[in-house]
Nanobody
Framework: QVQVVEYGGGLVQSGGSLGLSCVVS????????MAWHRQVPGNERELVAR???????NYGRSVEGRFTISRDNDKNTVALQMNSLKPEDTAVYYC???????????????WGRGTQVTVSS
């Protein structure tokens, strides 16, 4: 089994900063990438940032320049530092790990349960 658990989140004022962290644990053979997505009720889940095991990073357009993703490969953790937050950043933020549980299983994405981030105006 694989577990993905997010930490952080909460309420912050517009213009403020907040950090999220996530741990992926359990039966892991290798992790290709880790990512943060977010979702607002009624909308599709959107990519916030993804980082590969080679430190290739992609950001969603709406967060580029304000958010920073980082990863600790030894600890299977990923963090998201969010600066200059806006009310439109309000969403449930989900962590995910794209990984294989064994050398013989297919790569698949495992998701956490999400953590609420609310930015007040």
């Amino acid at each position: 089994q694989v577990q993905v658990v997010e930490y952080g989140g909460g309420l912050v004022q517009s213009g403020g900063s907040l950090g999220l962290s996530c741990v992926v644990s359990g039966r892991i053979y290798d992790i290709t990438s880790m990512a943060w997505h977010r979702q607002v009720p009624g909308n599709e889940r959107e990519l916030v940032a993804r980082i590969t095991n080679g430190d290739i990073i992609n950001y969603g357009r709406s967060v580029e320049g304000r958010f920073t993703i980082s990863r600790d490969n030894d600890k299977n953790t990923v963090a998201l530092q969010m600066n200059s937050l806006k009310p439109e950043d309000t969403a449930v933020y989900y962590c995910s790990g794209l990984l294989r549980s064994t050398p013989f299983t297919a790569t698949r994405e495992y998701w956490g349960r999400g953590t609420q981030v609310t930015v007040s105006s």
